[in-house]
């Protein structure tokens, strides 16, 4: 049985830092594509952040250059470092791996204050 738990959210004011982590069971995230999305309130879920199995990233373009994803197989956990945090990167954010798209975790909320 897959599941994906995230943590590590919290409220910061702009310009601070959080690193998400996404604990992973029922997968091994070294050899799965995962990704990082966030839904905002009244929003559709989008894609922030994502690493291929080879372990290449790729990156929305309003995060680039202030959020990383990496992955520690040691521990199967895929994290989401977020520097330079902005009131726009408030939402709710989920990690998810490609070849389960339809399990998604409860999410952890990021709130981030002017």
């Known amino acids: 049985q897959v599941q994906l738990v995230e943590s590590g959210g919290g409220k910061v004011q702009a310009g601070g830092s959080l690193r998400l982590s996404c604990a992973a069971s029922?997968?091994?995230?070294?050899?799965?594509?995962m990704d990082w999305y966030r839904q905002a309130p009244g929003k559709q879920r989008e894609l922030v952040a994502a690493?291929?199995?080879?372990?290449?990233?790729n990156y929305a373009d309003s995060v680039k250059g202030r959020f990383t994803i990496s992955r520690d197989n040691a521990k199967n956990t895929v994290y989401l470092q977020m520097n330079s945090l902005k009131p726009e990167d408030t939402a709710v954010y989920y990690c998810n791996a490609v070849r389960y798209r339809h399990i998604w975790g409860q999410g952890t909320q990021v709130t981030v204050s002017s």
């Open positions: 690493i291929t199995r080879g372990g290449s990233t």
């Open positions: 029922g997968i091994i995230v070294s050899i799965n594509a």
